[in-house]
């Protein structure tokens, strides 16, 4: 079964650093691209970063350009994503996709939770 | 940023009923364009890619059209389960980017 799984949600005050992962399985994770998707309490979504199948072409949303960094291991099946210098408006559901970089995302994992607050 | 917009915001049908559902893009985006239902509580679901194309398992009630920057979603008859909030997606321009949502709701 293709499946996504995030971890490394939590509460962070803001300024501070969190680093999500998201383990692969089910598929030939170094074939696709993938991407992170985010979605504040109550709002629509809006995509973070991608990167493609070997970590070399990445791309942000300009919110997070210089904060947030996007990395995949491929030995491990896994995408990361380092998130520094948190603001409150980055508190959302941060989900992991299969897709990304000019493709549409047809595989979601069920999301993890960052909360930015003093 | 290409910028996109979803009418209407909230569409209110019976069961058995048609639903049309549109998203327009701040420019051409081609046929690079997906929708996606989501429940609440729930991840995000792909429903249509390349403006048309059903994803695996996605019922024939589904179907999508257009292209450039006017695009369509359409439930042929909604069912219950199809009540949920659904997002258009353009992934032809970084960065990607979502229309705000439509949601269908019980009339």
């Known amino acids: 079964e293709v499946e996504l799984l995030e971890s490394g949600g939590g509460v962070v005050r803001p300024g501070g650093s969190l680093r999500l992962s998201c383990a692969a399985s089910g598929f030939a994770f170094d074939d696709y691209g993938m991407s992170w998707v985010r979605q504040a309490p109550g709002t629509g979504l809006e995509w973070v970063s991608g990167l493609n199948w070997n970590g070399v072409s990445t791309g942000y949303v300009d919110s997070v350009k210089g904060r947030f960094t996007i990395s995949r291991d491929n030995a491990r099946n896994s995408l990361y994503l380092q998130m520094n210098r948190l603001r409150t408006e980055d508190s959302a559901v941060y989900y992991c996709?299969?897709?990304?970089?000019?493709?549409?995302?047809?595989?979601w994992g069920k999301g993890t939770t960052v909360t930015v607050s003093s | 940023e290409i910028v996109m917009t979803q009418s209407p915001a909230t569409l209110s049908v019976s069961p058995g009923e048609r639903a049309t559902l549109s998203c327009r893009a701040s420019?051409?985006?081609?046929?690079?364009l997906a929708w996606y239902q989501q429940k609440p509580g729930q991840a995000p679901w792909l429903l249509i890619y390349g403006a048309s194309t059903r994803a695996t398992g996605i019922p024939a009630r589904f179907s999508g059209s257009g292209s450039g920057t006017e695009f369509t979603l359409t439930i042929s008859s909604l069912q219950s389960e199809d009540f949920a909030v659904y997002y258009c997606q353009q992934y032809d321009i970084w960065p990607q980017t979502f229309g705000q949502g439509t949601k269908v709701e019980i009339k």
């Open positions: 996709a299969r897709g990304g970089l000019g493709y549409y995302m047809d595989v």
């Open positions: 420019q051409s985006v081609s046929n690079n």
